[in-house]
């Protein structure tokens, strides 16, 4: 009874040849395990009921509110300083076209200067963008951990309140049953706890 369950679970008889992933190989030994261990404690006048759930997380992060919330900051982020390297890069352009009008009338010396000085403010705008790139995966980073956090916190909530013995993540199953997807119950539990996270504008050198 139980070999023909866990072939259903993986999707594919194991006669037929096929890889398993070793993650639900280890799934279905822990499966196999945990049955007989309460078996060996409590022989059979006692038995104990396995409740299993299967929790898309790449399904929470999509729709959830704070996952939307820090989108919706990076993005905003992103487009306010694309806009102020666009002001630059424009104020560089017309320091270049001036310079190149006023060439003739002005001594080498004079020129030579004005032009290292415009090398030096396009130089520093290249640092300045590698910079805040860096800047933006660090903020990313950060509230993607501090997300995942969060998600933890919702699934273990809904494991506890649900009494659930074992939660899977999806894209380690093969096969399931509608039933025992808990997608949506974590994913209200994590927008009533946490529907907005606040990005700073910078982090501490401390953080990474």
């Keep these: ?94 320091a270049n076209d001036e310079l190149q009008k006023q060439r003739v009338l002005m001594e080498p010396q004079a ?25 933006f995966i660090r903020l990313r980073a950060f509230a993607t951990r501090e997300f995942e956090k969060e998600r933890a916190k919702a699934v273990l909530d809904i494991s506890k309140k649900h009494k659930f013995t074992l939660v899977i993540r999806r894209r380690e199953v093969v096969v399931r049953a509608d039933f025992l997807d808990i997608t949506g119950l974590v994913l209200e539990s994590l927008n009533k706890r946490k529907k907005k996270f606040k990005i700073p504008n910078e982090l501490s050198n401390s953080v990474k």
């Design 111 to 135: 020129l030579q200067e004005k032009f290292r000085e415009l090398q030096n403010r396009q130089t520093a705008l290249q640092r300045k963008v590698q910079q805040r790139n860096q800047q």
């Design 1 to 94: 009874m139980l070999r023909k369950t866990s072939a259903l679970i993986l999707g594919q008889d194991f006669k037929m040849g096929y890889k398993i992933p070793l993650t639900i190989i280890s799934i279905t030994l822990l499966f196999y395990g945990v049955l007989f261990t309460e078996n060996v404690a409590f022989g059979e006048t006692e038995n104990r009921t396995i409740k299993l759930g299967i929790v898309d997380l790449n399904e929470i992060t999509r729709k959830s509110l704070m996952s939307k919330d820090i989108a919706r900051q990076i993005d905003a982020k992103r487009r306010a300083f694309r806009d102020e390297i666009k002001a630059e890069e424009q104020s560089l352009r017309l």
